[in-house]
């Protein structure tokens, strides 16, 4: 397989492990509103490629047992705001 070198934004929680992430389109409102979240919601945000991506994003495995939500960051797979995709 031939790798993907296009960028994406990719998001880190404080425990190490990649959650979540938005392909580098040039859709600079909607990557904008996806970064504020990631911060929103206490991950750090770093750059990587697809193929980086692919081999890394996972749900993270420290997240709450009952919940299932991250501790550093409940809510951030929630439904968006409406009008939101």
Not at 35 to 58: C, P, S, Y
Request: net charge positive; glycine share 8%.
């Amino acid at each position: 397989m031939t790798p993907n070198t296009t960028p994406c934004y990719v998001g880190e929680t404080a425990c190490g492990c990649f959650v979540a992430a938005m392909v580098q389109e040039g859709r600079l409102k909607d990557e904008a509103r996806f970064v504020a979240r990631l911060i929103r919601n206490g991950l750090k945000v770093r750059t990587e490629t697809v193929t980086w991506v692919r081999e890394n994003l996972r749900f993270c495995e420290h997240r709450q047992p009952k919940t299932g939500a991250h501790i550093a960051s409940p809510g951030l797979f929630d439904a968006p705001p409406a009008g939101v995709r």
